[in-house]
T-cell receptor
Framework: QKEVEQNSGPLSVPEGAIASLNCTYS??????FFWYRQYSGKSPELIMF????GDKEDGRFTAQLNKASQYVSLLIRDSQPSDSATYLC???????????FGQGTRLTINP | DTAVSQTPKYLVTQMGNDKSIKCEQN?????MYWYKQDSKKFLKIMFS?????LIINETVPNRFSPKSPDKAHLNLHINSLELGDSAVYFC????WGRGNTIYFGEGSWLTVV
């Protein structure tokens, strides 16, 4: 079982709709959860992090964490073509001082 | 000012050669990393250093040797390059501790021919 799993996609969403990206992780000791966005040919850039169960909102982005189900998700509201990218879920275990990444979900927003 | 900068950005070299990639960060972080992203876009940690001390070595072949002369610099030297080493190598940095938000450099595209 992979430590962090994502559906590789591609996920295609019409402009203006909500894009929903999902991630599961295997280690119950995981403490911190991150979403990175990576445009083609570019480096990953941090979108959001979440530590506690529940929702965390930042502009059009909402991260959701359910530790009991070992599940993290990212919602993008009012999707724009500029949101088209690969979204990487990453997980950190307390004290491990490293991020373990999923394989990424390629998202395409169709105008 | 680029927060995490690495050079060179592109590198094409022949099998068997030795090459280095340099990385510098001006964020004042005490932890630096090398990540490798393969052709399938899977991003995997190779090494991490905290205050010049090696913390993580993720079963990377010993042809790869990182060096951290100070906490703002982390270089990667690769000996006897193989075709399978072709990938994008990302340097990154963070503070030490919970949260561990990692900031990536722009990447170095290595192609071994």
């Amino acid at each position: 079982q992979k430590e962090v799993e994502q559906n590789s996609g591609p996920l295609s969403v019409p402009e203006g709709a909500i894009a929903s990206l999902n991630c599961t992780y295997s280690d119950r000791g995981s403490q911190s959860f991150f979403w990175y966005r990576q445009y083609s040919g570019k480096s990953p850039e941090l979108i959001m992090f979440i530590y506690s169960n529940g929702d965390k909102e930042d502009g059009r982005f909402t991260a959701q964490l359910n530790k009991a189900s070992q599940y993290v998700s990212l919602l993008i509201r009012d999707s724009q073509p500029s949101d088209s990218a690969t979204y990487l879920c990453a997980v950190n275990k307390e004290g491990a001082q490293k991020l373990v990444f999923g394989q990424g979900t390629r998202l395409t927003i169709n105008p | 000012d680029t927060a995490v900068s690495q050079t060179p950005k592109y590198l094409v070299t022949q099998m068997g050669n030795d090459k280095s990639i340099k990385c510098e960060q001006n964020l004042g972080h005490d932890t630096m990393y090398w990540y490798k992203q393969d052709s399938k876009k899977f991003l995997k940690i190779m090494f991490s250093y905290n205050n010049k001390e090696l913390i993580i070595n993720e079963t990377v072949p010993n042809r790869f040797s990182p060096k951290s002369p100070d906490k703002a610099h982390l270089n990667l030297h690769i000996n006897s390059l193989e075709l399978g080493d072709s990938a994008v190598y990302f340097c990154a940095s963070s503070t030490w501790g919970r949260g561990n938000t990692i900031y990536f450099g722009e990447g170095s595209w290595l192609t071994v021919v």
